[in-house]
């Protein structure tokens, strides 16, 4: 099994349920007085997303949505998770 299907397989292994979850709790929370997500967006938009931890937080409250989108665009999307053990079966 070549690499980039072990990375498609892997894109594929959380279910699209559990993904949704993530991405709607790390997208909304904090939710006051603003949700991250939505604040780091506005930030990178306005052009002042330049501390390291503003960065990071872009990243770690959209990591869901990112992951979802990934899943959307493989082609030949597996509907079950296989990764091949050390043994490649």
């Given at each position: 099994?070549?690499i980039?299907?072990?990375?498609?397989?892997?894109l594929?292994?959380?279910?699209?349920?559990?993904l949704?979850?993530?991405?709607?709790?790390l997208?909304?929370m904090p939710?006051?007085?603003?949700?991250?997500?939505?604040?780091?967006?506005?930030?990178?938009?306005?052009?002042?997303?330049?501390?390291?931890?503003?960065?990071?937080?872009?990243?770690?409250?959209?990591?869901?949505?990112?992951?979802?989108v990934?899943?959307?665009?493989?082609?030949?999307?597996?509907?079950?998770?296989?990764i091949?053990?050390?043994?490649?079966?």
């Amino acid at each position: 099994m070549s690499i980039k299907m072990r990375m498609l397989n892997w894109l594929h292994c959380p279910s699209m349920t559990m993904l949704v979850f993530a991405a709607i709790l790390l997208g909304v929370m904090p939710v006051f007085p603003e949700p991250h997500l939505l604040q780091k967006v506005r930030m990178l938009f306005d052009g002042t997303l330049v501390k390291p931890v503003d960065i990071f937080d872009l990243f770690w409250h959209g990591w869901p949505i990112l992951w979802i989108v990934l899943r959307l665009l493989t082609p030949g999307a597996e509907t079950s998770c296989r990764i091949p053990n050390e043994h490649g079966h």
